[in-house]
C-alpha cells in the first residue's frame, strides 16, 4: 500500500514564524499536491509538483512556497505564518497512468497547524 | 468554468437505511470523476473512479455511484449504510491527462443514526 507521511499531525506556531511541513511518500511517485482544507470550502491547490525540483502553483499559493529536492520528499513552507494560514494541511502523491491519464491521489492524514 | 458541487452540506440517515450523496460538475472536456471519504483526523481514501465505460461505477466498502452525463451528475450510493460510514465525502473532477487539475467539491458531512 502506498504510504504518505506528514511529519506532524499538529502544530502550533506563532504569527510571523517561519513554518515547515513535510511530506515523504515511498512509491516513487513522480506527482506531489499540497492542499488547505477548510470548512465549507473543500480541498484548495497551494503548489504541486510534477516531479523533483519542479513546482508549479496552484488556486492559492500566497504566502506559501515549496521545494522539491528529492522525489520522495515535499516540503510546504510558510515564509512568514498569519492567523489566515490556521488550517488543515494534507499531502497527496499520485503517478500518472501509462497513458499519461488522470489517476486518483493518495493522501496523507493531514497537519492541523494552528498560527497564534 | 470548472468546478464541482455538492449540494448537501450535511446529512443524516439511519443506519441500515439506503444513501444518496449528490455531486454534480461543470467541465469542459470529457471529465474523470473520483469520490473519496475522509473519516475523522485522517486523509481521504479513494472509494470509487470513473474514466470511460460503464456508467455505474463499483468501489470498496460497498460504495457505487453512475455517471449521468446529461445532468452532469455523478452521485453516490449505499444501499445500507453502516455506524462505520459516519464521515465526509468529497466529489472530485479533473481531464484526462495527468496534466490537468483535480477540482474537489466542497464535502457532504454523514452522519449515522443509531
Known amino acids: 500500500d502506498v504510504k504518505v507521511t506528514q511529519s506532524s499531525r499538529y502544530l502550533v506556531k506563532r504569527t510571523g514564524e517561519k513554518v515547515f511541513l513535510e511530506c515523504v511518500q515511498d512509491?516513487?511517485?513522480?506527482?506531489m499536491f499540497w492542499y488547505r482544507q477548510d470548512p465549507g470550502l473543500g480541498l484548495r491547490l497551494i503548489y504541486f509538483?510534477?516531479?523533483?525540483?519542479?513546482?508549479e502553483k496552484g488556486d492559492i499559493p500566497e504566502g506559501y512556497s515549496v521545494s522539491r529536492e528529492k522525489k520522495e520528499r515535499f516540503s510546504l513552507i510558510l515564509e512568514s505564518a498569519s492567523t489566515n494560514q490556521t488550517s488543515m494541511y494534507l499531502c497527496?502523491?499520485?503517478?500518472?497512468?501509462?497513458?499519461?491519464?488522470?489517476?486518483?491521489?493518495?493522501f496523507g492524514d493531514g497537519t492541523r497547524l494552528s498560527i497564534l | 468554468a470548472q468546478s464541482v458541487t455538492q449540494p448537501d452540506i450535511h446529512i443524516t440517515v439511519s443506519e441500515g437505511a439506503s444513501l444518496e450523496l449528490r455531486c454534480n460538475y461543470s467541465?469542459?472536456?470529457?471529465?474523470?470523476l473520483f469520490w473519496y471519504v475522509q473519516s475523522p483526523g485522517q486523509g481521504l481514501q479513494l472509494l470509487l473512479k470513473?474514466?470511460?465505460?460503464?456508467?455505474l461505477v463499483q468501489g470498496i466498502k460497498g460504495f457505487e455511484a453512475e455517471f449521468k452525463r446529461s445532468q452532469s451528475s455523478f452521485n453516490l450510493r449505499k444501499p445500507s449504510v453502516h455506524w462505520s460510514d459516519a464521515a465526509e465525502y468529497f466529489c472530485?473532477?479533473?481531464?484526462?491527462?495527468?496534466?490537468?487539475?483535480?477540482?474537489f467539491g466542497s464535502g457532504t458531512r454523514l452522519s449515522i443514526r443509531p
Open positions: 497527496a502523491s499520485r503517478t500518472p497512468g501509462t497513458d499519461n491519464s488522470n489517476q486518483p491521489q493518495h
Open positions: 509538483s510534477y516531479d523533483v525540483k519542479m513546482k
Open positions: 470513473y474514466f470511460s465505460g460503464d456508467t
Open positions: 467541465y469542459g472536456a470529457t471529465p474523470y
Open positions: 512509491m516513487d511517485h513522480e506527482n
Open positions: 472530485a473532477v479533473g481531464g484526462r491527462s495527468s496534466a490537468s487539475k483535480i477540482i
